[in-house]
C-alpha cells in the first residue's frame, strides 16, 4: 500500500510539472554601468585645433591609416576602453582647390563603404558655436561604424570623426553605448576650436 502511494505521489508530481505554463525570456545584454559624464580639454602645441573630450578617454597619436603613414602628424585616436571603442580623428587642411573633393570623401566614407550594410544612413547639418559647420552621419544597421561626422571653416580646416568598436557590428548590443558615446561627440564637436599656425584661436 505504501508503496502504491508512493508511485502515485511520483507520478502526480511528474505530470503537474509537465503541464506547467513555458515562461519565454528574452534575449537579454550585460548591464552596463555607465560613468559620469566630464570633460577635459585636448590643446596639445602645434595641433591646429582642441577641443574637449571625456574624462573616462584618452588620446594617442595615429601614425597609419590602413597600413599606410597619415597626411600630417594632426591625426589622432580617441581610446574609450571601458566600452572598446574608438573615435578616430583626421584632419587635412583645406588648399585652394581641394576643398569640394574633401567633402566628397566625407560623404563616401559615410555611404560607399555601408550602404550593403546600413538600413539607414541620415545626414543632420551641423553648426557650432564657434563657427565650424559640416554633417552629422548616423547609420543603422549592423555597420562597423553607427557615429560619423566632419567639420570645416570652408577655408583652412577640415577636420572628420568616426566612432568604432573593437567588437562584432550588432546594432542592438551596441545600441546604448552608442547612445552614451554620441553626446560625447556632440560635445566634443560643439566645443571644437580652430587654431592658427602659432596655436592661438
Not at 566630464?38 to 595641433?47: A, H, S
Not at 587635412?92 to 566614407?109: H, Q, R, T
Request: aromatic share 18%; glycine share 6%.
Amino acid at each position: 500500500m505504501k508503496l502504491q502511494l508512493s508511485i502515485f505521489f511520483v507520478l502526480s508530481i511528474t505530470i503537474l510539472s509537465c503541464n506547467s505554463p513555458y515562461t519565454y525570456k528574452k534575449k537579454g545584454y550585460f548591464k552596463i554601468d555607465f560613468p559620469e559624464k566630464k570633460y577635459q580639454l585636448f590643446d596639445q602645441p602645434g595641433y591646429p585645433y582642441r577641443f574637449e573630450y571625456p574624462v573616462y578617454a584618452f588620446v594617442t597619436r595615429d601614425t597609419s591609416f590602413f597600413g599606410e603613414a597619415t597626411e600630417n602628424p594632426w591625426w589622432i585616436n580617441i581610446d574609450v576602453p571601458k566600452f572598446h571603442g574608438r573615435i578616430y580623428i583626421s584632419y587635412k587642411e583645406v588648399g585652394k582647390n581641394n576643398f569640394d573633393s574633401l567633402v566628397n570623401d566625407g560623404y563616401k566614407m559615410a555611404y560607399k563603404q555601408h550602404t550593403d550594410i546600413a538600413t539607414s544612413i541620415v545626414d543632420s547639418p551641423i553648426k557650432t558655436p564657434n563657427n565650424a559647420e559640416g554633417f552629422y552621419f548616423s547609420l543603422g544597421g549592423n555597420t562597423a561604424t553607427a557615429n560619423q561626422f566632419f567639420l570645416t571653416d570652408s577655408t583652412k580646416h577640415f577636420l572628420r570623426g568616426a566612432l568604432y568598436f573593437d567588437a562584432t557590428p550588432n546594432e542592438d548590443s551596441l545600441a546604448i553605448v552608442n547612445e552614451f558615446l554620441r553626446e560625447d561627440l556632440k560635445h566634443l564637436i560643439n566645443s571644437l576650436q580652430w587654431k592658427d599656425n602659432k596655436g592661438t584661436k
